[in-house]
T-cell receptor, first 114, second 113 residues
Framework: KAGVTQTPRYLIKTRGQQVTLSCSPI?????VSWYQQTPGQGLQFLFE???????NKGNFPGRFSGRQFSNSRSEMNVSTLELGDSALYLC?????????????FGPGTRLTVT | GEDVEQSLFLSVREGDSSVINCTYT??????LYWYKQEPGAGLQLLTY?????DMKQDQRLTVLLNKKDKHLSLRIADTQTGDSAIYFC?????????????FGAGTRLAVHP
């Protein structure tokens, strides 16, 4: 089975712009989560989707949003980019049934905001 | 509260055992996970342990859990240069839903000849 894929892998944007990142989960996985990884804050949970519904959201401003499509692919959007949004954004998917609710991560999208 | 702590750096000689330690705070966490991250890559799930277990062994990896002290460790036997990476401990609090993981800051493991 192919793993979680994320596109693009690298992105450079200017402050004030917006960006959309894409994630395709492992085939058959309907649950997708997003995490932000920065040197200062480490890995932080952004949000979680299952069957096109957001089920949980981390402590991030409203500029961060996401959605999930009927084929389980997910996108996250960051509007009005700030320098502090520079990070590695990781997407993860997990099997529908659990436990152990293990999550499988993609390679990430490295976003640089200048 | 939710917090996971790890030591930041560990250096070992090739062939020795490595032990990476982690403490967590949320006693409701039912599963605890270890992930590995190599440079420029995402997170690779190494292993996990259920909170009612004391130990789990998976090839060169041994996970020990002391639930009373909320202490978790990952032992890598016969450490190789390919094991050089950052290792993250993560807990899954009951209150966080199915997917919210709380990660430690990561332990950078350096393996030298």
């Amino acid at each position: 089975k192919a793993g979680v894929t994320q596109t693009p892998r690298y992105l450079i944007k200017t402050r004030g712009q917006q960006v959309t990142l894409s994630c395709s989960p492992i085939s058959g996985h309907r649950s997708v989560s997003w995490y932000q990884q920065t040197p200062g804050q480490g890995l932080q949970f952004l949000f979680e989707y299952f069957s096109e519904t957001q089920r949980n959201k981390g402590n991030f401003p409203g500029r961060f949003s996401g959605r999930q499509f009927s084929n389980s692919r997910s996108e996250m959007n960051v509007s009005t980019l700030e320098l502090g949004d520079s990070a590695l954004y990781l997407c993860a998917s997990r099997p529908d049934r659990g436990p152990p609710y293990e999550q499988y991560f993609g390679p990430g999208t490295r976003l640089t905001v200048t | 509260g939710e917090d996971v702590e790890q030591s930041l750096f560990l250096s070992v000689r090739e062939g020795d055992s490595s032990v990476i330690n982690c403490t967590y705070t949320d006693s409701s966490s039912t599963y605890l996970y270890w992930y590995k991250q190599e440079p420029g890559a995402g997170l690779q799930l190494l292993t996990y342990i259920f909170s009612n277990m004391d130990m789990k062994q998976d090839q060169r990896l041994t996970v020990l859990l002391n639930k009373k002290d909320k202490h978790l460790s990952l032992r890598i036997a016969d450490t190789q240069t390919g094991d050089s990476a950052i290792y993250f401990c993560a807990e899954r609090p009951l209150s966080g839903g199915y997917n919210k993981l709380i990660f430690g800051a990561g332990t950078r493991l350096a393996v030298h000849p």
